[in-house]
């Protein structure tokens, strides 16, 4: 008899020992040991450093020749080195709207978009092909440097000023200073928007298209005023002011059993929904919000929905996650407006935005299909948004005229109502 409960005993602990070992070998390779946070992360307050920056050991390696390159962990999927601005010269006779990145080593190319008085130029080099770092700067700027070359002979560089809060953007010819450049300077004003710290825990910033699994993203946007000088083409000189934002976003695979090194940006894991994230600027405020809902029929982790706001004007900053984004117009594909209310600590938001401008320019690009749905359809974009309402901090009431704003979005529909 007791041989027996030995027996017993001995299969339980073998079957219960390999069930644990099993379910740890999948927790260890579906790539869902990266911590995740189904609550906020505008809780932290913390300046972004330069490992912050530049997170070495963390999520990338540095080569002995300068290049950034992912660790071998296979779930890493984007880096976001992105900055947009919006800005006048001094006499408001000219517009300046940029859209930048600098696209991370194997994320393929990318041409800056320099869209001034409503026409994109045409003769901007390409950037690719790698991306290097100098923590001691590079080209006579002293501050931490990433990089990466062009055609043409050209380069674009940037850099972080951290005891003041300054983030120097730089495209220019690396021989020839008579060439077309761009020469920005941005000054973070308030508190950063932080998606999560770059060790984790992060938030879910969508589901892909393509593949059963979710797009988490760490990180932080800074936002605040900038300056930039623009040479052009034939040596005419333009100088900007006004406000920017910058992404430095890192994105991972969650689950990563089926999309693991399945290609980076949207590539055959497809892209990231229904997400929308945005900037609202003005001289009293800056907003910051993220949001997402779940398209699918998946029980995912719940998506993001955070926000924060700077009043930049009295130097106060308030978390902004009590709101609601209501798209606008007749097509749920491309929102042709946007309503944005909800409370923080002290006050609220009743914001009407306007769309005055789509990128890309001709409308974005309808996609069919989904791993769920094969009938759906999904998109992504970009808008500039002008925005009015009241914003009420305390006894002080803002009449909110003519805010400028900028925001990224994906949108779902399903097969059923495209054929309702």
């Not at 300054?166 to 973070?188: N, Q, S």
Request: aromatic letters at 14%; charged letters at 15%.
């Amino acid at each position: 008899m007791n041989r027996i409960i030995l027996l017993v005993a001995g299969i339980i602990a073998i079957v219960v020992g390999g069930a644990t070992i099993y379910f740890l070998w999948l927790n260890m390779n579906s790539g869902s040991s990266w911590q995740i946070t189904e609550k906020p992360n505008t809780y932290i307050v913390k300046i972004p450093s330069v490992s912050d920056f530049v997170p070495i050991g963390v999520t990338y390696e540095l080569h002995d020749d300068g290049l950034l390159t992912y660790t071998d962990d296979p779930c890493w999927k984007q880096s976001c080195f992105i900055l947009v601005a919006i800005g006048w010269t001094e006499d408001g006779k000219h517009t300046l709207m940029y859209q930048g990145r600098l696209p991370f080593t194997s994320e393929g190319s990318f041409r800056p978009r320099i869209c001034i008085d409503g026409k994109y130029l045409t003769n901007v080099p390409v950037f690719g092909g790698g991306m290097y770092y100098s923590p001691n700067g590079i080209l006579g700027c002293p501050y931490p440097t990433v990089y990466v070359r062009g055609s043409g002979g050209y380069i674009e560089t940037l850099s972080y000023d951290v005891e003041n809060q300054r983030w120097i953007h730089i495209i220019k010819h690396e021989v020839d200073e008579r060439k077309p450049k761009l020469e920005f300077v941005g000054k973070a004003l308030g508190l950063p928007f932080w998606m999560g710290p770059m060790e984790g825990p992060y938030i879910v910033h969508g589901a892909y298209s393509k593949v059963k699994d979710i797009d988490i993203w760490g990180g932080f946007w800074v936002s605040g005023t900038f300056k930039a000088n623009i040479t052009l083409s034939g040596g005419q000189r333009l100088s900007f002011q006004g406000f920017f934002l910058f992404d430095r976003a890192i994105h991972r695979i969650y689950y990563g059993a089926s999309a693991s090194k399945a290609g980076t940006i949207r590539g055959p894991t497809g892209g990231v929904l229904a997400f929308s994230c945005m900037v609202i600027f003005h001289n009293d405020f800056i907003i910051m919000i993220s949001h997402s809902d779940n398209p699918t029929p998946a029980d995912f982790p719940k998506f993001q929905h955070q926000g924060r706001i700077n009043f930049i004007s009295v130097g106060e900053s308030y978390i902004f996650n009590n709101f609601t984004l209501t798209d606008l117009g007749p097509n749920p594909l491309q929102p042709s407006g946007f309503h944005l209310q909800g409370t923080f600590e002290g006050g609220y938001v009743d914001l009407m935005g306007k769309v005055y401008a789509y990128w890309p320019p001709k409308g974005w690009g309808v996609i069919k299909g989904t791993w769920w749905d094969l009938e759906g359809r999904h998109c992504w974009g970009r808008a500039f948004v002008k925005w009015n309402g009241t914003i009420k901090l305390g006894d002080k009431v803002i009449n909110v005229t003519n805010a400028v704003g900028i925001g990224e979005f994906t949108r779902y529909t399903s097969g059923s109502s495209q054929q309702g």
